[in-house]
């Protein structure tokens, strides 16, 4: 069974820049799509980027266009999601997850999730 182990997160004033990262193990990890999401208390987990088994495809949710990047290195077992601009309103746990098939914007089309991590934008 493979797990997910997020890190990255952190405390970043409004405007700068984090890398998140995702690491897996116990799977195989070029086997899997790949997908981040984020909450914050009492507001569903909401889509922010998907990536396909080879990296080639990538899509993102409204609030990721232009600022947030998804890419992989499967090699390394990782997936990143690169974070610029940030918002006050980008505040949130993030989660990446193992995409188990369907619409890559549904959490319940994922199978797996990680621990998440948080990232806190000041304004």
């Known amino acids: 069974q493979v797990q997910l182990v997020e890190s990255g997160g952190g405390l970043v004033q409004a405007g700068g820049s984090l890398r998140l990262s995702c690491a897996a193990s116990?799977?195989?990890?070029?086997?899997?799509?790949m997908g981040w999401f984020r909450q914050v208390p009492g507001k569903e987990r909401e889509f922010v980027a998907y990536i396909s088994r080879s990296g080639t495809s990538t899509q993102y949710g409204d609030s990721a266009k232009g600022r947030l990047s998804i890419s992989r290195d499967n090699a390394k077992n990782t997936v990143y999601l690169q974070m610029n601009r940030l918002k006050p309103e980008d505040t949130a746990v993030y989660y990446c997850?193992?995409?188990?098939?369907?619409?890559?914007?549904?959490?319940?089309?994922?199978?797996?999730w990680g621990q998440g991590t948080q990232v806190t934008v000041s304004s």
């Open positions: 997850a193992v995409h188990s098939g369907g619409p890559y914007y549904f959490t319940r089309n994922y199978g797996v």
């Open positions: 116990g799977g195989s990890f070029s086997n899997y799509a």
